[in-house]
């Protein structure tokens, strides 16, 4: 058997007996036992998975690992925490009532460049991350983001994700999230010109990302 | 909670990866090989643009020297110039290979 890891938590109880909980140093890694050869990419183990993982959220704030990651003991998994376990536990305990969300605004950026117009690799690099990060969303937009969701949020910042789509991420408190909602609505009203996607809750990464850099 | 203002494009994007993997591939001779080819190439495209993303989160990062960013960015010229080149040996189009991500989004 292998176990395919979800996330990592504070306490075992917010994990069982939703997903099997494997001890971490002071953490815990959720995860869902499976047999040794059962393919990763299989449907239904995605669509299990992704329930398991919307319930866990539910209970309690997790850190996030990405679908992938699996393994055969404890020390394997305390392995992949050890490097960053103390950090962890901080922003689980300070994070505790807090989910992610995410809004996802189509953009207007410049074009993509053209392999053709370039000889040098370093150039080509240069003018695709330049175009990639010029994506701007509509102004009036923006302000309204600003407006409704931002204030909701514990913290939030814009993140360029190509040249054509750029996205809010937000830190929220979970008793907000009807609030969001509503804010949603009415960024939905206000603005109907710009396509976006609003979704929450989602458990930590960006932020957890972002304390780490 | 999923909330958006394009209904039509995300009911249309959680079709999963409908545009470029047929339900069925012909069992004609003649076309097996481009049905095949389009959905091979779909797939090395996704890899190529996730590279991409990588090397473009890596410049985010501001730390690579002159000599990475050359490397990596022959690297990405070499791959896009062998997926024309496959794309035209299959006669496909950028079109024929993107993959819908669900409400991820297209790859484009």
Redesign the interface.
């Known amino acids: 058997m292998k176990s395919i890891a979800i996330g990592v938590h504070l306490r075992s109880e917010d994990i069982e007996p939703l997903a099997a909980a494997t001890p971490a140093g002071a953490l815990f890694v959720s995860a869902v036992p499976v047999p040794e050869d059962q393919s990763l990419s299989d449907r239904d183990l995605l669509v299990r998975i992704s329930g398991v993982r919307a319930a866990l959220l539910e209970r309690a704030t997790f850190i996030a690992i990405r679908y992938g990651f699996a393994f055969r003991s404890a020390a394997e998994a305390e392995a992949k925490c050890a490097q960053y376990a103390a950090k962890w536990k901080k922003l689980l305990e300070e994070h505790r009532h807090r989910v992610e969300l995410t809004l996802?605004v189509a953009a207007a950026g410049s074009a993509r460049p053209q392999?053709r117009d370039?000889q040098?690799?370093?150039?080509?690099?240069?003018a695709?991350?330049s175009s990639?990060?010029s994506a701007r969303v509509d102004d009036a937009f923006r302000a309204a983001v600003e407006e409704l969701i931002a204030p909701l949020c514990v913290k939030s910042h814009w993140a360029p994700r190509?040249e054509?789509?750029i996205e809010l991420c937000g830190l929220i408190e979970r008793s907000r999230?009807p609030n969001?909602?509503r804010a949603?609505?009415a960024?939905?009203a206000r603005?109907?010109h710009?396509?976006?996607?609003?979704?929450?809750?989602w458990p930590l990464e960006v932020f957890t990302d972002a304390d780490h850099e | 909670?999923?909330?958006?203002?394009?209904d039509e494009?995300?009911r249309e994007s959680l079709t999963l990866t409908e545009s470029a993997i047929p339900d069925r591939i012909s069992a004609d001779p003649e076309i097996v090989e481009n049905g095949l080819a389009r959905l091979v190439l779909a797939i090395v495209e996704l890899v190529r643009r996730l590279l991409?993303?990588q090397?473009?989160r890596r410049?985010?990062g501001g730390n690579l020297s002159?000599e990475e960013?050359?490397?990596?960015?022959?690297?990405?010229?070499k791959l896009?110039?062998k997926m024309?080149e496959l794309k035209g040996v299959f006669g496909l189009s950028d079109d024929d290979l993107n993959l819908s991500l669900g409400?991820i989004?297209t790859l484009?």
Do not use: Y
């Open positions: 996802r392999r370039f040098s690799g370093a150039e080509f690099l240069r695709l991350h990639a990060r190509d054509k789509s999230l969001l909602s949603g609505q960024l939905k603005c109907p710009v396509p976006f996607l609003l979704s929450a809750p | 909670m999923l909330i958006t203002n394009d494009r995300l991409e993303k090397a473009l410049m985010d002159e960013i050359e490397s990596l960015g022959s690297a990405l010229m896009e110039d024309t409400p989004k484009d």
